[in-house]
């Protein structure tokens, strides 16, 4: 007879390092998981260091067998999450867990509970906070290998998650695109691009000697262009110069820029990661001891990247400025010698940019799911 399964708030370092260790463990056999650096992970989880902390407030649960850990999960609030779009969810994340119905209906019952507590009418997730950051569950694409900061999580989640009651939310989609196969790229965007009047706008390539005032500008065109999709919580100052710091090791002045009007206004940008999950896939989450050789090694064969964020202000939708920051992505991968990515995720019901990535010639290849539950 197995042990009863005991969930319990994570305390103190040794339950901080179970709560890190277990995906580790459960994806070791995996040869398409990605371990992230556990430095990151950690970096993320810390109260103190992880400004996302300064509007928001967290438990941690893990889920054990007698002395064996199952599973874990969070259950979070952010109030500047609730304030934008004007609700009372609660959210949650952070889910690993065993091939275990019984584990994992006791964490989704303490995160339940502890939302519960605080005045919360739905759990929504999964989520690692926000939709800044990684979230939802694969249900589209297991056999293919995830890009940077793209969860890669377990085929039987979404038997365990519509088990426990949990519906659908929303879809993001994630697209494949052969970045040196022009010849996909429908006319019409090499068309919009021949609109731009380009004595109207400076084309900005993110650099480290101007990095405080290009992250500026991205925060203010990426909080105004993504401020209606579903989900979407701004970034504040603190949290995007905390992101910048963590991605600048792995930024690329090739892939990395934005447009600003001639008037000084940021109209448009473009955030597109080398994949350095080819980098990662070499290390099993660890820089020390000898992981920092490697990293320099096969940094330099990367041939692929992830466009992470794209966005063109609304006043600037119809000058054909979108169209240009996909072209110059054409012109990158020329320079650098990337071969194709991906795009997004982006959520399905967003139209213009599913349209978008069609008429770039890309196709979606994964399908990921945040699910809800009403706790009314």
């Known amino acids: 007879m197995s042990d009863p399964i005991d969930v319990a708030a994570v305390r103190g370092k040794a339950d901080l390092k179970a709560f890190i260790d277990l995906p580790y463990r459960l994806y070791a056999d995996d040869p398409l998981w990605v371990a992230p650096l556990r430095m990151d992970i950690k970096d993320q989880l810390n109260r103190k260091k992880n400004p996302w902390f300064e509007h928001s407030e967290a438990e ?37 867990c065993e091939h275990d119905v019984e584990a994992a209906t006791a964490l989704f019952g303490a995160a339940e509970q502890w939302l519960r507590e605080r005045g919360r009418d739905r759990m929504v997730g999964p989520f690692s906070y926000t939709t800044n950051d990684e979230c939802g569950v694969l249900i589209d694409g297991f056999e293919i290998p995830p890009s940077i900061l793209e969860p890669y999580t377990k085929r039987y ?52 000697r101007t990095l405080n005032a290009d992250v500026d500008r991205f925060l203010d065109i990426y909080n105004e262009s993504w401020e209606k999709n579903w989900g979407f919580v701004p970034l504040t100052d603190k949290e995007v110069r905390h992101y910048a710091k963590t991605l600048l090791p792995i930024l690329d002045k090739n892939w990395a820029f934005v447009i600003v009007a001639n008037d000084g206004d940021n109209a ?107 706790l009314g």
């Not at 040196?180 to 731009?196: F, L, S």
């Open 157 to 208: 989640y979404p038997e365990i998650f519509e088990g426990a009651g949990f519906a659908k939310a929303m879809d993001l989609l994630m697209y494949k695109m052969e970045i040196t196969d022009k010849e996909k790229v429908r006319p019409a965007v090499y068309i919009a691009a021949d609109r731009v009047d380009e004595s109207s706008y400076r084309f900005k390539r993110f650099s480290r």
């Open 268 to 374: 448009g940008a473009a955030l597109t990661l080398p994949d350095y999950n080819q980098v990662l896939k070499h290390l099993n989450g660890r820089l020390l001891p000898f992981g920092w050789l490697k990293f320099l090694w096969y940094r330099r064969k990367i041939d692929r990247v992830r466009v992470f964020a794209l966005g063109v202000k609304q006043r600037y939708r119809t000058t054909g400025l979108a169209a240009k920051l996909y072209i110059e992505h054409l012109d990158a991968a020329e320079r650098t010698g990337v071969v194709g990515g991906t795009m997004g995720w982006i959520l399905e019901n967003n139209r213009p940019m599913n349209k978008s990535a069609e008429a770039l010639g890309c196709t979606v290849i994964k399908r990921f799911r945040l699910y809800e539950r009403e």
């Open 60 to 96: 941690f649960f893990l889920a054990r067998r007698g002395d064996r850990v199952v599973g874990r999960i969070s259950a979070h609030i952010d109030h500047n999450f609730n304030e934008f779009q004007g609700n009372d969810w609660g959210l949650f994340g952070w889910f690993e």
